[in-house]
């Protein structure tokens, strides 16, 4: 599977070297994107299934990449303090994360966050209100980052608010 449109729309933003964390990687479509790229990439997912299929895709073509299992929602978290150029975010929501995903972000590091707004609802899965955001809180979420370039609609068939933002 591809990695998401609002990521590719925005590859020229990415460095040609640097360090990437993918959290909730899933299967990791964008963490093995990163690494083909040449970043160093953390991709972590609380699946261990999911983990492991990032792992064995990562392997056989020597990608720079590490792969592992956390739970998000089990405090404390951490991903270091300037530790990433890049942080990639899609399709999952946590809220208290968001603190955590600053303090990783490098001076001058991108955030590239996407995820379902709560028109999504109407359209199907997902329906709880924890994981859908409210219209434009993405926007504050991010704050105190600059906001490089940020959409909120239907995309790909999906009601979802995207951000680059820049620390």
Request: charged share 20%.
């Given at each position: 599977m591809n990695p998401a449109a609002w990521l590719l729309e925005h590859a020229a933003l990415l460095?040609?070297?640097?360090h990437?964390?993918?959290?909730?990687?899933?299967r990791g479509r964008h963490a093995l994107w990163l690494a083909a790229r040449g970043l160093d990439v953390l991709a972590?997912?609380?699946?261990?299934?999911?983990?492991?299929?990032?792992?064995?895709?990562?392997?056989p073509l020597a990608l720079p990449?590490?792969?592992?299992?956390?739970?998000?929602?089990?405090?404390?978290v951490?991903?270091?303090?300037?530790?990433?150029?890049?942080?990639?975010?899609?399709?999952?929501?946590?809220?208290?994360?968001?603190?955590?995903?600053?303090?990783?972000?490098?001076?001058?590091?991108?955030?590239?966050?996407?995820?379902?707004?709560?028109r999504q609802a109407a359209r199907g899965k997902p329906t709880n209100p924890d994981f859908l955001l409210a219209e434009g809180e993405l926007r504050h979420l991010?704050?105190?980052l600059e906001i490089v370039d940020y959409r909120e609609g239907l995309f790909d068939d999906r009601e979802v608010a995207s951000v680059v933002a820049r620390r």
């Open positions: 460095p040609a070297r640097g990437a964390l993918d959290v909730a990687c899933g972590v997912d609380r699946s261990a299934e999911a983990v492991d299929a990032v792992r064995s895709a990562a392997e990449l590490v792969a592992e299992v956390r739970d998000l929602e089990a405090a404390p951490s991903f270091g303090i300037e530790a990433y150029d890049i942080i990639v975010v899609v399709h999952y929501l946590h809220r208290p994360l968001f603190p955590v995903l600053h303090a990783a972000l490098r001076a001058g590091g991108l955030l590239f966050y996407e995820t379902f707004t709560y991010v704050r105190p």
